[in-house]
């Protein structure tokens, strides 16, 4: 504390806003932040931050961030207490459930839940006790591919690769812009920094794009690729690697190399290079680098994840680095050992392992994963009529109507249910059609640990930080309301009973920390550990504010591996079966990207987060950044000057939107960012309707999926464009 000390206090804790973990730098005078900064003592993030942690103090500010129950009436919305709302929001779901069945509640789990570590903890009790299959979640608009090719393969769907930036010499990123969005299952705070050292070591960083990205200008090499064709390109570097595989280590517990390398035949640089615009020569120079390098990465994140071959994309990157020898080495991918492990810990505090098609969606028979159906079918699930149909959902963090494809679809669906409750700070696009809003506290209210992004980060780390204000009296967290529900829901069901009222108090009085405590204690650095000085607990974390360093990542196989015996399944079935689709979807001659037809993709701004943070005035000031990129040559074709006005129109929807003539995007491809599109009746948002913008999910397709797995696949969606 500084000289004036009396009334100054700092506070040390991580931002929960993005995947990077940044360690932040609270200055608190009577009551007030006056600063926030990087904290330089944070071993991982050594100071960095974006302009986003400022923002912490804003959202927590916020007049229009809701802090107390609503309820809506014909009147317009009033204020009710927490214990009027918590009863009433139990008794409808349960009344829905007992008269129409378990299915006719859906749940909806958008993405800051796995920013909050009540509610990772709190909310699968929530969901358990529903027992609905209409689970849905924004995974199946994100990152299902890769949880499923980790299922598949490594037996766990959160045993994913993680790259080992910080020691390797190539990488070869697709369809990631982690200079804007601050890296995505790749947790690494400051990651322009970690990617220039590439180049100083003498590495290269090669960048996979339809787009001429934030993170392509800094890279060595920047290849435009054609939406949606990844698999392709893939799947030539393979054909190519397995010239001379390197399996070394990895071979005596790996599966299926002789079914990889039927498949990958026909798949040549030749038959890559029209579909994907990426020339043959071009493609063996990259797996000959690729090759040669000491160490590699191939890393493909959202762009290669929401395609219609998704799965098979993130499928051939697990392939491709294992048969170059890079899964499980220094410099390569590895996966990590967090402190609170919940791939490896002790079963009760085990996330969901994964399980594949066990059910399909009512409708569509769209398959489930990991007890989820995919997003896409939300909508269908409401609209269509019969057994099983939603009649209620729950929302709890999320915000489908912006983030889910064909979102107007889904607004119009929304306003048709017997009941909506909303678990969620504000009144916005989606929560507007609730006929309950249980408000939660903002981030500085409460305490956090990275329970997720440990294990998704680049070092193993830990750190804690109790809240830096108390919750003004009567607020509720996240991980209560889901207790608070999850009770009432019990009781309604089965009635009262002693052992559920103690196990109700029990969970209530440990919270999250009692079982952060439980769960750090069993884990590889808890009590159990061998070797270590100094066992980690919550306690002891509490001693260190800016973190503990774990050490980078290290070589775990076969032992963590999940799968049975122990081995690695190069070649699962259902990413066979799908090869043929790929196939048939390019047949050999797939002709390049003509300048007639237009594919929409989207991009992200370091100063957006998803839907949400567009309130905060100082990330929206200067130029709007909702416009639509279009390359020079297709704006001249369409008579399209910058600033001029575009209908862009797709299968299901209309937008008007502003457009940015840049050859950053490529011919035949127009970007607009998501997100966006706040201006509708009832939300309370002042400064994020004054800079509305137009929603991309107006446009894409709740029709256009990976096949695989129900994916929605964003990158490549067909518009057509006029002048206004
Ligand atoms: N076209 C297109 N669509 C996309 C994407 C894309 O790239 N292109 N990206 C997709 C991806 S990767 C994702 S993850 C999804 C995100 O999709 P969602 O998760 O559905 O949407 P968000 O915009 O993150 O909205 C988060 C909501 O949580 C609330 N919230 C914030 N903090 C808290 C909290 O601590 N507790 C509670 N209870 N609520 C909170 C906010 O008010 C907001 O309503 O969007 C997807 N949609
Ligand atoms: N500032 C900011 N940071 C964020 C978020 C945010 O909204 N704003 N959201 C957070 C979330 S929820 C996530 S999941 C992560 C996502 O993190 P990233 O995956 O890094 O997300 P994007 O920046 O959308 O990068 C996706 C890239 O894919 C490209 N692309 C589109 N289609 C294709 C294709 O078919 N092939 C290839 N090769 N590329 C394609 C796009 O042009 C874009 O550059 O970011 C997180 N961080
Ligand atoms: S990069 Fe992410 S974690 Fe770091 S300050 Fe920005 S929003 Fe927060
Ligand atoms: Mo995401």
Known sequence: MGASAAETQTHFRTCNLCEAMCGVRIEVADGRITSIRGDEQD??????????????????????????????????????????????????????????????????????????????????????????????????????????????????????????????????????????????????????????????????????DPRRTETARIADEHLFVRPGTDALFLFALLHLLLERPRLERLASFTDGLETVRELAREFTPERAAGPTGIPAEVIRRIAREFAEAPTAICYGRVGTSTQAFGGLCQWLINVINVVSGNLDREGGVLFTRPAFDIVGGPRALA????????????????????????????????????????????????????????????????????????????????????????????????????????????????????????????????????????HRL???????????????????????????????????????????RKSLSLSALKQHPHGVDLGPLKPSLPQRLATQGKRIQLAPAPFVQDVTRLSEAFPEGTAPLSGN???????????????WMHNVPMLMSGKSRCTLMMHPEDAKALGLAEGDEARVTSRVGEVSVPVNVTDEVMRGVVSLPHGYGHRREGVRLGVATKHSGVSLNDLTDDQHLDALCGNAAFSGVPVRITRV
């Not at 939300?378 to 269509?384: M, P, S």
């Open 597 to 611: 037809e237009l594919l929409l993709i989207g991009r992200r701004h370091l100063r957006d987060n998803n839907s």
């Open 351 to 486: 996330s969901g392992r994964g399980g594949f098609g066990r059910w399909k969606s009512r409708v569509r028979g769209l398959p489930e994963f990991a007890g989820e159906l995919p997003v896409a079918a939300l909508a269908e699930e409401i609209l269509t009529e019969g057994q099983g149909q939603i009649r209620g959902l729950l929302t709890f963090a999320g915000n489908p109507v912006l983030s889910t494809p064909n979102g107007g679809q889904l607004d119009k669906a929304l306003t048709s249910l017997d009941f909506m409750v909303s678990i969620d700070p504000y009144l916005n696009e989606t929560t507007r059609h609730a006929h309950l809003i249980l408000p939660t506290p903002s981030p500085l209210e409460r305490s956090h640990y990275d329970i997720a992004f440990h294990v998704l980060a680049i070092r193993n780390t830990a750190r804690y930080a109790p809240p830096l204000f108390e919750p003004p009296a009567g607020a509720m967290h996240d991980w209560r309301i889901a207790l608070e529900l999850q």
């Open 490 to 532: 019990e009781v309604l069901r089965h009635g009262s009973s002693v052992r559920r009222t103690f196990k109700y108090q029990a969970l209530k009085r440990m919270g999250p920390e009692g079982i952060l405590e439980v769960g750090l204690r069993a884990g590889p650095y808890g009590l159990r550990a061998k070797g270590l």
């Open 43 to 208: 071993p991982f993030s050594r100071g960095h931050i974006c302009p986003k942690a400022v923002a912490l103090k804003d959202l927590h500010e916020d007049p229009e961030r809701l802090r107390q129950p609503m309820r809506r009436t014909a009147n317009g919305w009033e204020p009710i207490s927490w214990k009027e709302a918590l009863d009433e929001a139990a008794r409808r779901l349960h009344q829905l459930q007992s008269e129409r069945g378990k299915d006719a509640v859906a749940t909806y789990l958008g993405n800051p839940t796995v920013h909050n570590p009540g509610a990772l903890l709190f909310m699968p009790q929530l969901l358990r006790t529903l027992r609905t299959r209409n689970m849905y979640s924004a995974t199946s608009v994100d990152q299902l591919p890769h949880l499923l090719a980790s299922h598949l393969m490594f037996g766990h769907q959160l045993l994913v690769p993680i790259p080992d930036l910080d020691r390797t010499h190539y990488l070869l990123a697709l369809g990631a812009n982690p200079l804007a969005s601050n890296g995505s299952m790749m947790t690494a705070p400051d990651v322009r920094a970690r990617l220039r050292a590439i180049q100083q070591r003498g590495g290269r960083v090669v960048v996979v």
